[in-house]
């Protein structure tokens, strides 16, 4: 029977793939026609070849920044801040780029194409696990050393916290939430020289609680990821920041239709065959790191 069964769950999936490929499409023609105003704050983890869901290609990445440059203004998180508190004017089309957790393959692939074109970048690190491995999804990678860590610094990559040992942050107490927030930015200030502003929920993961707690701790703005997917707008507010995740299954078309307000209806269009997915397959594995 499972033998059986595994054909249609395939067939399933490949039809919802090409659904979600072909939505994408539509949506970014609709947007490129209507309106490519857009505040977007892209979220990374890995940029290496090692085959992990959130791992993308370096070539692919140099694709990705190669059209950003062509087609965007790339700003820091000072000027999103400015956007979301003040209303600050930006650029039409702008975005931010992130990464999370620290990865060694960040400072290898994605730090040299940052650096030679004067790229303004941010990585939010789990700082527990500096200069050790630790596991994307079930695989474990080199992170970050401080020494490499230094040397961005110096060079204008912005260091934010992301906790001491990335965990849900849901299930601690109020002290131990904030050891975790001031643990994570304390020990960036000692290495590192610069104030922290800066914090990412890992997993995406908050409260309204931990957004107090956030603010108490002189965090000025924190960043979401999974729920919280999509653009900016200057009425949010600096503590639940939205950003646009960039795994390996975003491919050239679906990049470019992640940085218009097509990103919010493929969520949503996702969500939607996720559940008819759940209907006829079986529950489709979750992906959030
Ligand atoms: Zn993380």
């Not at 630790?134 to 970050?144: E, F, I, S």
């Not at 104030?195 to 409260?207: I, M, R």
């Amino acid at each position: 029977m499972v033998a059986g069964a595994k054909p249609s769950q395939k067939a399933v999936r490949a039809c919802l793939g090409a659904m979600r490929r072909l939505i994408c499409l539509l949506l970014y023609c609709i947007c490129g026609l209507v309106s490519m105003d857009a505040v977007v704050v892209l979220l990374y983890h890995s940029v290496d070849s090692n085959g992990t869901f959130h791992s993308v290609n370096p070539t692919e990445f140099r694709k990705q920044m190669e059209y950003l440059k062509k087609n965007y203004s790339i700003v820091t998180l000072k000027e999103i801040l400015e956007f979301a508190v003040d209303g600050n004017a930006l650029p039409k089309k702008s975005v931010a780029i992130t990464f999370d957790d620290g990865y060694y393959d960040n400072y290898l692939n994605a730090y040299p194409y940052l650096w030679e074109h004067n790229l303004p970048a941010a990585i939010f690190l789990t700082t527990g696990h500096c200069g050790k491995k630790a596991a994307l999804d079930g695989v474990p990678l080199r992170m970050l050393g401080w020494n490499e860590i230094k040397e961005m610094s110096r060079n204008g990559i912005v260091f934010g916290a992301h906790t001491v040992t990335h965990p849900d942050l849901r299930k601690m107490g109020p002290e131990e939430i904030k050891g975790e927030i001031l643990g994570s930015a304390n020990e960036i200030e000692r290495r590192v020289g610069a104030k922290v502003e800066y914090f990412a929920y890992p997993y995406g993961a908050y409260t309204d609680e931990i957004v107090k707690l956030v603010e108490d701790v002189g965090i000025r703005a924190a960043f979401g990821s999974g729920r919280t997917e999509g653009l900016i707008t200057s009425a949010e507010g600096p503590l639940v920041l939205k950003r646009v995740p960039v795994d390996r299954s975003v491919s050239m078309l679906m990049f470019k239709a992640r940085l218009t307000k097509a990103v919010e209806w493929t969520r949503r269009t996702q969500e939607w065959a996720r559940k008819i997915g759940r209907l006829f397959a079986g529950n489709l594995p979750g992906q959030t790191k």
